[in-house]
């Protein structure tokens, strides 16, 4: 068995500009590619929609978006399917830059970003990032290597607002498993740096394996259709839609 550990990863503690996290960063997308998430976010999103009756564009929010473009390569896959997307990318740092957004826009896809704590977001009385804040849901919130890094009573405060304020969530996350632990530890023959070795390793250990985020999912008021599921190799995935959202 492996316990599930958190704890803070070098990359969060970094300045925006420090060298060590900019390439940290630009070795997510290599760390991406060998984990296969675009494909694996683009299915799941494909089909989490494919059945959406509602008109208008899609609203999505993605948590902890970081610089935005492994969303971006997940939006040139969907967007002959979803031409019509307002898009808001939420991370405690400014990461998004102006080219990043311009081909979003290339796509069709109307793109926002926002510099805030995902933690503040949930905590306060009505979603700060929706344009309607009294009655809106958004269609889609999604997150990608991001919730991992809670645990506890924040989670469950995250989790709550999630739930509160989307018709469905997505998230793709480390794979709590030997075979993920192993990769993590070789990750270095990938060309990555020292933090994102070190992150890499700690990534897994706080990842999660089984049905640990249906256990953790609230479900008291609303009733969901989960699924929850290994992808890839080192990949696992939570799927979230309100039933009858689709009706
Ligand atoms: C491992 S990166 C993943 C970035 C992106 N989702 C991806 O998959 O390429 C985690 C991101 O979470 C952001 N982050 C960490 N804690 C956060 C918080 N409390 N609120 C908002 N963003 C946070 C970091 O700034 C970082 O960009």
């Known amino acids: 068995m492996m316990p599930r550990i958190v704890a803070a990863e070098t990359l969060d503690g970094l300045a925006v500009d420090d060298p060590a ?11 991406h590619h060998a984990m296969g998430t675009r494909s694996i976010v683009h299915r799941a999103l ?12 899609l609203r999505v929010l993605e948590l902890g978006a970081g ?14 399917a979803w031409p019509q997307v307002e898009l808001t990318l939420l991370d405690a740092q400014a990461l998004v830059d102006r080219a990043t957004i311009k081909r979003y826009g290339e796509l069709g896809w109307h793109v ?5 704590d995902v933690l503040n977001w949930a905590a306060s009385a009505s979603d700060p990032l929706l344009p309607d804040r009294a009655t809106a849901r958004w269609d889609l919130i999604v997150s990608n290597l991001f919730v991992h890094h809670f645990e506890g009573a924040q989670f ?27 990769g993590s530890h070789l990750i270095g023959a990938i060309g990555v ?21 249906t256990a953790l999912w609230p479900t008291q008021t609303v009733d969901w ?17 309100r039933v009858g959202v689709n009706a």
């Open 46 to 57: 494909r089909d989490a929609a494919a059945a959406r009756r509602k008109t208008g564009p």
């Open 112 to 116: 926002v970003a926002k510099v805030g």
């Open 225 to 241: 259709q989960l699924r929850e599921y290994s992808a890839g190799l080192f990949s696992h995935c939570f799927r979230a839609e």
């Open 193 to 213: 740096s020292a933090v994102t070795r070190e992150d890499a390793v700690l990534s897994v250990h706080a990842g999660f394996r089984g049905n640990e985020l």
């Open 156 to 182: 469950a405060a995250l989790l709550n607002a999630i739930a509160a304020r989307t018709d469905r969530f997505f998230a793709c996350e480390p794979r709590r498993a030997w075979l993920a632990l192993a």
């Open 21 to 31: 996290a900019m390439r940290s960063r630009r070795d997510l997308r290599r760390v």
């Open 67 to 80: 610089d935005g473009s492994l969303m971006l390569g997940v939006a040139r896959a969907l967007a002959p």
